[in-house]
């Protein structure tokens, strides 16, 4: 079975930072992307970052130029860096991970359980 656990979430004031880890474990055989969602009270979950094996990232408007994600591919870890924390960046985050349990068979993906995110203004 494959887990992916999240931790580095908490409380921080507007301005403050904070970073985001996420660990797949389990029988893996390979991972592609990596990303972290959020999910706002009363909203739908959407996407932060992402970030390919290869190293290429992508990000919500919201969060360019503040936010950073990085992975270690040796570690199957996956981080997001948070800087310049806005009361709208409060959520649940998600961590995602398209992975594949043996050659041959297909990617699909998996979630972690969440960690929250509170900035106070």
């Known amino acids: 079975q494959v887990q992916l656990v999240e931790s580095g979430g908490g409380l921080v004031q507007a301005g403050g930072s904070l970073k985001l880890s996420c660990a797949a474990s389990g029988r893996i055989f390979s991972i592609n992307a990596m990303g972290w969602y959020r999910q706002a009270p009363g909203k739908q979950r959407e996407l932060v970052a992402i970030?390919?094996?290869?190293?290429?990232?992508n990000y919500a408007d919201s969060v360019k130029g503040r936010f950073t994600i990085s992975r270690d591919n040796a570690k199957n870890t996956v981080y997001l860096q948070m800087n310049s924390l806005k009361p709208d960046d409060r959520g649940v985050y998600y961590c995602?991970?398209?992975?594949?349990?043996?050659?041959?068979?297909?990617?699909?993906?998996?979630w972690g359980q969440g960690t929250q995110v509170t900035v106070s203004s």
């Open positions: 970030i390919t094996s290869g190293g290429s990232t």
């Open positions: 995602n991970a398209d992975i594949t349990v043996y050659s041959g068979l297909p990617y699909e993906a998996y």
